[in-house]
């Protein structure tokens, strides 16, 4: 069954390349496209498109539908072209004429779109969470491990003191930018698109407000042709708010490949989230640390895939943009799967306490003594040639006192700023506006419903 169907049976070749990997993928979107059919005919049924009776034959079958969904009993059949297709049939064959109705007043690009954007919210408050859970695992290891001093570095040669309070706060810092990002992404996402049609609306009178607010969506893509032209762009947006947390990740696991490596020893895990070699009995490889590295590497390229796609397309629907869920699906559980292996190993984390010993590191209190004379009323110019002279001379004594003050040093860190800002940002997204809009269009009686 195809929603287009004119009785001219389609070449099977033809028919396969065509769908390509959606009858796999559009399994993830129906669930939405059963809650954005709910408000789709309580609108009908404003407008005069449905009975009231039709309405409430059609809400409890498709509610029937979005339990089989949840309990795993759904599934595309063979010849069915997509989840719209598969929905429609099945009202269809319980409800004859009644389920027929159902696509009055909308056409399937905008189907595609409402589904797309409600995934991809619930997609976004997926990654949310699990970034802040990441967040607060970093923060805590923050402050925990404050006062271990380990060397800090330009250029991958020592250069000052830095410790892991700093270390585990900065990457905590990175993950509030990418909120932000993420946010804006999520803003941007959350624009009803429903009945815009095919991209030039309807000679029915929808009441797209009313869509909109049954939804939970905060706003709408108003013009009809500009919320057709969302396919892909919003994938991109959203696609480049994930590169930035992937960007975050990738550089944390660089660092901690590194730092676990026998000549720096910085900090170990157990063997078992470790690898060993076939052949050198000593080795405990960072496997997973270089696979979030390329995982997040990978993700950082989708923008650019989505854009290569998109980029010469001018306005209006074309094919093409159906391979963009293939890379863009398949990069949020990459994504989401990097963030719960990093904060596996990262609650696991066995510190080196006694870096700072280590005479090799010496030099990365160059600084601290040259302010130190610097304080005593030797210019700056004079005290930093005095300590580049006892470097030379092999006469460089360290002073280990640290007095770092300012915010945001070794001695101050403001975890407790950088919580409220992330807690800021996470309430910006109220998620349960959504939420609650979902409990509102399913509530129908559902013993009623099994009966």
Wanted: charged share 25%; net charge negative.
């Amino acid at each position: 069954m195809k929603l287009w169907d004119k009785g001219i049976k389609t070449n099977k070749f033809i028919e396969k390349f065509t769908i390509g990997e959606d009858d796999n993928l559009d399994i993830l979107l129906a669930p939405y496209d059963v809650l954005g059919s709910l408000a789709h005919i309580k609108m009908q049924t404003s407008i005069d498109l449905l009975k009231k009776e039709e309405l409430s034959i059609l809400e409890k079958e498709l509610i029937k539908i979005y339990r089989e969904i949840s309990e795993g009993n759904f599934s595309i059949s063979a010849g069915i072209e997509d989840v719209h297709s598969q929905i429609e049939f099945m009202l269809t064959e319980r409800l004859g004429d009644t389920g027929k109705k159902i696509h009055s007043g909308r056409s399937r690009n905008d189907q595609v779109l409402i589904d797309l954007k409600m995934f991809i919210r619930d997609e976004i408050q997926e990654i949310v969470l699990l970034t802040k859970s990441f967040f607060d695992l970093l923060i805590s290891l923050s402050n925990k491990y404050k006062d271990v001093i380990i060397p800090g570095y330009t250029h991958l040669q020592v250069a000052m003191p830095s410790s892991f309070g700093m270390w585990f706060g900065a990457y905590a810092e990175s993950l509030t930018d990418d909120m932000i990002l993420l946010l804006a992404a999520y803003k941007i996402t959350n624009q009803n698109p429903l009945g815009s049609g095919a991209g030039y609306g309807s000679s029915f009178p929808l009441d797209r407000q009313m869509t909109t607010d049954l939804l939970g969506f905060d706003n709408l893509n108003y013009n009809s042709v500009y919320a057709q032209m969302t396919r892909g762009k919003t994938e991109q947006t959203v696609s480049f708010a994930m590169s930035s947390i992937a960007g975050t990740l990738s550089k944390m696991a660089s660092d901690s490949c590194l730092y676990m490596s026998g000549n720096f020893g910085f900090f170990s895990f157990p063997d078992e989230l470790t690898t060993g070699s076939s052949i050198m009995p000593h080795k405990k490889n960072p496997d997973v640390f270089e696979l979030i590295r390329a995982r997040c590497n990978k993700i950082q390229s989708i923008p650019a895939e989505i854009g290569s796609i998109t980029n010469k397309l001018t306005s209006g629907y074309f094919r093409d943009l159906q391979l963009i869920k293939e890379s863009f699906f398949a990069g949020i559980n990459s994504l989401k799967d990097c963030i719960k292996a990093a904060g596996l190993m990262y609650n696991n984390v066995k510190i080196n306490k006694n870096i700072a010993q280590n005479d090799d590191y010496k030099f990365m209190y160059t600084v601290e003594n040259l302010n130190k004379d610097v304080l005593n009323g030797t210019p700056f110019r004079d005290a930093y040639k005095k300590t580049a002279g006892d470097v030379e001379n092999g006469t460089f004594i360290p002073q280990k006192e640290l007095n770092h003050t300012h915010i945001g040093s070794i001695g101050n860190l403001a975890n407790n700023l950088i919580s409220e800002k992330m807690e800021k940002l996470i309430s910006e997204f109220n998620f349960e506006k959504t939420k609650s809009a979902y409990d509102n269009i399913l509530n129908l009686d559902m013993e009623e419903i099994k009966r």
